[in-house]
Nanobody, 122 residues
Framework: VQLQASGGGLVQAGGSLRLSCAASGRTFSRSSMAWFRQAPGKEREFVSGISWAGGTYYVDSVEGRFTISRDNAKNTVYLQMNSLKPEDTAVYYC?????????????????WGQGTLVTVSS
């Protein structure tokens, strides 16, 4: 079972990026998927989640700027990030858990991707 995150990069403030997380080894169509991020010297924090039923959740700091979506046919979850700010700079991780319930604690997730670096310059 593998989650492969991609799409990170260097972007100027106000720019956009789209992260992808492709799952392999099993289907995650009945799993909740989430994105976390970890900035240098900080704890890993919940950014956004989407249940298998389609419910979406966001941390307040990205509400209205980020959009999470999923394509179950492709076993892939996306994070569209617009109006990026320097404080969004972090390594972004995708994660999955076998439940309809989205939780915001990293320990609640069983499967993790390797992370993709997002750097927003001012």
């Amino acid at each position: 079972v593998q989650l492969q995150a991609s799409g990170g990069g260097l972007v100027q403030a106000g720019g956009s990026l789209r992260l992808s997380c492709a799952a392999s080894g099993r289907t995650f169509s009945r799993s909740s998927m989430a994105w976390f991020r970890q900035a240098p010297g900080k704890e890993r924090e919940f950014v956004s989640g989407i249940s298998w039923a389609g419910g979406t959740y966001y941390v307040d700091s990205v509400e209205g700027r980020f959009t999470i979506s999923r394509d179950n046919a492709k076993n892939t979850v996306y994070l569209q990030m617009n109006s990026l700010k320097p404080e969004d700079t972090a390594v972004y991780y995708c994660a999955a858990r076998d439940s309809i319930v989205i939780l915001r604690t990293p320990s609640s997730y069983t499967y993790w991707g390797q992370g993709t670096l997002v750097t927003v310059s001012s």
